[in-house]
């Protein structure tokens, strides 16, 4: 008889028991837990108190005691531009956020980081259902149905471009296919990835796009038109003094940080191949 543990098919009420265990987790460390970019600390008087981390013992925020307001918060950097991805580290700073009891700190944590108090619990449980990214990419469609074509080691590098703690929190637990595990760092916080987010099918669509420019655009130093592009503008923007990023989902534009951080890694190994050992 088998005994490994049996996966729950059915969970009664997932809201109430996921609200519950959150609260319990937070209440056991009176000093605060992180979750995301935010500290939770429970209040001697009851409650919950949140704000960004980096901001623990700062005075002067600017209090909000509805739960909802956890929404506002989260929708735009502290540059006010759109945060496309909730769980991008770039929650902005300045507030904190009253919670009365257990419920309205879940409707906050929703605000702040969508699904991920349910996440975290079914994760905890053993009971959170893993997306691979072929099963994702096989129910794409449109212009997206092309990222069906996107190579095993394109999904390795666009997932160390876009996925990794330096520009998403969220712990990532999906894999190329049932056979191939994903190598990359996949980040130490609470908060699960189960599946290929939207942010991530576009930018492994964007991929899709270069991998097809390397098997047949490349000019005589084996360079593709948009690795040139990209140089060209990294080197305007040097040369002026100040290098402005593209939005964070503007996959289009030279200067995105995911397009970057995916250059690092195909582009750097052809300008400076390994030296081979004498
Ligand atoms: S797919 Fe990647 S970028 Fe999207 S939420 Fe998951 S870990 Fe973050």
């Not at 959170?128 to 092309?146: C, F, H, P, V």
Request: proline share 6%; charged share 30%; hydrophobic share 35%.
């Amino acid at each position: 008889m088998s005994t490994a543990p049996v996966k729950r098919t059915s969970i009664p009420n997932v809201a109430a028991e996921s609200r519950a265990a959150f609260a319990a987790w937070v209440d056991a460390h009176p000093d605060g837990r992180h979750f995301g970019q935010v500290l939770i600390r429970p209040e001697s008087s009851g409650g919950y108190r949140l704000c960004h981390a980096e901001d623990e013992g700062a005075t002067g925020l600017q209090l909000y005691e509805n739960p909802r307001a956890a929404r506002e918060i989260a929708k735009l950097t502290g540059d006010g531009e759109y945060r496309p991805l909730k769980s991008a580290p770039n929650l902005r700073r300045g507030w904190a956020l009253l919670a009365a009891d257990a419920g309205d700190l879940v409707t906050a944590m929703n605000g702040l980081y969508p699904s991920a108090v349910v996440h975290w619990y079914l994760y905890r449980e053993g009971s959170l259902d893993i997306t691979n990214y072929r099963e994702n990419a096989a129910r794409q469609s449109g212009i997206y149905k092309r990222v069906q074509r996107l190579t095993d080691q394109g999904v390795q590098n666009a997932a160390k471009a876009c996925c990794e703690d330096a520009v998403c929190l969220k712990k990532t637990l999906w894999d190329v296919d049932e056979e191939i595990p994903l190598e990359m760092n996949r980040g130490e916080g609470e908060i699960p990835c189960p599946e290929p987010c939207s942010v991530f099918v576009s930018f492994a669509r964007r991929v899709r796009l270069f991998e097809r420019e390397n098997k047949r655009d490349l000019d005589a130093i084996g360079l593709s038109p948009s690795e040139k592009e990209d140089l060209s503008a990294l080197v305007e923007a040097a040369a002026t003094g100040e290098v402005v990023m593209a939005r964070e989902a503007e996959f289009e534009k030279p200067l995105n940080e995911r397009r970057m951080r995916y250059r690092r890694l195909t582009l750097i190994p052809k300008l400076r191949p390994p030296v081979a050992n004498e």
